[in-house]
């Protein structure tokens, strides 16, 4: 029930490009998506409700194919500030939120 | 809006002790999760209340472990007698999950068990 995250760690230079994927084995009513530093708290991102839907944040969007019950996060022209462990939720209904493993992203200069 | 509170942000306890971790959810969020976190296994669901009521229990290790929501504004996570290998962060989140709203996770607790 819990998605799997892929890769499990990147390593990028300033202004470099990343993605990462998440996948389930269940069909999905949504999916989120959280980056954590060290010593802190999962901070959200982004949720994906629909099939196909794409959303995006300044230089971070994501989209979700429903019909595969994958979703990707794409991190564009990175900054040092993105350097932290990715987490995707996925819910199955409107209540339950699993997370996968986590990709560790490291940005360095 | 003050987000999600937890207390105590560490505790050191030795084996065979009992820990209480304690949430406060923000304010009208109608779903409350405890998660613990561990390099090994991740982020693990343990239990998640619905308006106070327990749905989902599943991901609670065992019998030690035992979590209450006596009302909308509180909830805790009781691990009754503790071992060492209950040593994580404990995280507590909330959220209305209406139109799929996300998770507000409180800072954690780092329990380390000796």
């Known amino acids: 029930q819990q998605p799997v995250q892929s890769p499990q760690a990147v390593i990028l230079r300033e202004g470099e490009d990343a993605v990462i994927n998440c996948s389930s084995s269940?069909?999905?009513?949504?999916v989120h998506w959280y980056r954590q530093k060290h010593g802190e708290a999962p901070v959200f991102l982004m949720i994906?409700?629909?099939?196909?839907e794409q959303k995006g944040h300044e230089k971070i969007s994501a989209s979700f194919n429903e019909k595969k019950q994958q979703s990707s996060l794409y991190l564009t022209a990175s900054q040092l500030s993105y350097s932290g462990t990715y987490f995707c939720g996925t819910d199955i209904n409107a209540g339950k939120s699993t997370f996968g493993d986590g990709t560790t992203l490291t940005v360095k200069p | 809006d003050a987000g999600v509170i937890q207390s105590p942000r560490h505790e050191v306890t030795e084996m065979g002790q009992e820990v209480t971790l304690r949430c406060k959810p923000i304010s009208g969020h109608d779903y409350l999760f405890w998660y613990r976190q561990t390099m090994m296994r991740g982020l693990e669901l343990l239990i998640y209340f619905n308006n106070n009521v327990p749905i989902d229990d599943s991901g609670m290790p065992e019998d030690r472990f035992s979590a209450k929501m006596p009302n909308a504004s509180f909830s805790t996570l009781k691990i009754q007698p503790s071992e060492p290998r209950d040593s994580a962060v404990y995280f507590c989140?909330?959220?209305?999950?209406?139109?799929?709203?996300?998770?507000?996770f409180g800072n954690g607790t780092r329990l380390t068990v000796t």
């Open positions: 989140a909330s959220s209305t999950r209406r139109g799929g709203s996300p998770l507000h």
């Open positions: 994906l409700l629909k099939g196909g």
């Open positions: 269940k069909a999905l009513y949504s």
